[in-house]
T-cell receptor, first 115, second 116 residues
Framework: AQSVTQLGSHVSVSEGALVLLRCNYS??????LFWYVQYPNQGLQLLLK??????LVKGINGFEAEFKKSETSFHLTKPSAHMSDAAEYFC?????????????FGQGTTLQVKP | GAGVSQTPSNKVTEKGKYVELRCDPI?????LYWYRQSLGQGPEFLIY????????DSGLPNDRFFAVRPEGSVSTLKIQRTERGDSAVYLC??????????????FGPGTRLTVL
C-alpha cells in the first residue's frame, strides 16, 4: 500500500528565507506525486506534480520539488518566503496501480512566515 | 470559469440525524471524488465516481455513508444516523477524466459538518 509522510507538522521561517517542506513516500510502483496548498477557508490548490520525465518540477508561486527515487522523497522548496505563503501544505501520492486518481495525503505541514 | 462548489458550507446536526452534502463539480469533469478531513489531518479518500457510477467506494467508513451522482454531474454524500465521530470537513474534488491517475484534482472549499 502506498503512503506519504510529511516530516514536521509546523515549519516557521522568516520572510525572505528558504522554505523546505519534507515529504517521503512509500510505493511499490513508480509514484505519481503531488503538492497541494490550503489557505484558510479555501479548497486545496495544486502547487505542482510529478508523473514522469524531469525529476525537478516547477510549480506556481515560485515553488519547486525534486523527485528522488533513491531517497523516496519529494521535498518542496522555495528560495525566498513571502508572507502570503503562510498556509497548510499537503504532499500526496496517487493510488497505483489502480490509477483511479484517488489521492493518499500526508498529514500536512503548516508553514508560518515571520516578518 | 466556475470552480467546484459545495453546499452547505457549514452544517450542524444532532447525533442520530440524517444529512446530505452537495457537490457541484467543474462542468465537463467526468471524475468526482469525496474526501474527509479531520482536524489536524490530511484529507482521506471516501469515494470516486467516473460518470454516474461509483468506481471505487473503498474509503466509505461504514454503511451509514452513501453517495450518488445520478446524472454524472452533481453528487450528494449522504450520512445516516450521524455520530459525533463524523464531525469533519468533507471535501469534494473533480478532474477532467480521472483515468491514469495523473489528472489534477480541483477541490471545493468543503462542508464543515459538526455533529452535536
Amino acid at each position: 500500500a502506498q503512503s506519504v509522510t510529511q516530516l514536521g507538522s509546523h515549519v516557521s521561517v522568516s520572510e525572505g528565507a528558504l522554505v523546505l517542506l519534507r515529504c517521503n513516500y512509500s510505493s511499490s510502483v513508480p509514484p505519481y506525486l503531488f503538492w497541494y496548498v490550503q489557505y484558510p477557508n479555501q479548497g486545496l490548490q495544486l502547487l505542482l506534480k510529478y508523473t514522469t520525465g524531469a525529476t525537478l518540477v516547477k510549480g506556481i508561486n515560485g515553488f519547486e520539488a525534486e523527485f528522488k527515487k533513491s531517497e523516496t522523497s519529494f521535498h518542496l522548496t522555495k528560495p525566498s518566503a513571502h508572507m502570503s505563503d503562510a498556509a497548510e501544505y499537503f504532499c500526496a501520492v496517487s493510488d497505483r496501480p489502480g490509477n483511479t486518481g484517488k489521492l493518499i495525503f500526508g498529514q500536512g505541514t503548516t508553514l508560518q512566515v515571520k516578518p | 470559469g466556475a470552480g467546484v462548489s459545495q453546499t452547505p458550507s457549514n452544517k450542524v446536526t444532532e447525533k442520530g440525524k440524517y444529512v446530505e452534502l452537495r457537490c457541484d463539480p467543474i462542468s465537463g469533469h467526468t471524475a468526482l471524488y469525496w474526501y474527509r478531513q479531520s482536524l489536524g489531518q490530511g484529507p482521506e479518500f471516501l469515494i470516486y465516481f467516473q460518470g454516474t457510477g461509483a468506481a471505487d467506494d473503498s474509503g466509505l467508513p461504514n454503511d451509514r455513508f452513501f453517495a450518488v451522482r445520478p446524472e454524472g454531474s452533481v453528487s450528494t454524500l449522504k450520512i445516516q444516523r450521524t455520530e459525533r465521530g463524523d464531525s469533519a470537513v468533507y471535501l469534494c474534488a473533480s478532474s477532467p477524466t480521472g483515468a491514469g491517475g495523473t489528472d489534477t484534482q480541483y477541490f471545493g472549499p468543503g462542508t464543515r459538518l459538526t455533529v452535536l
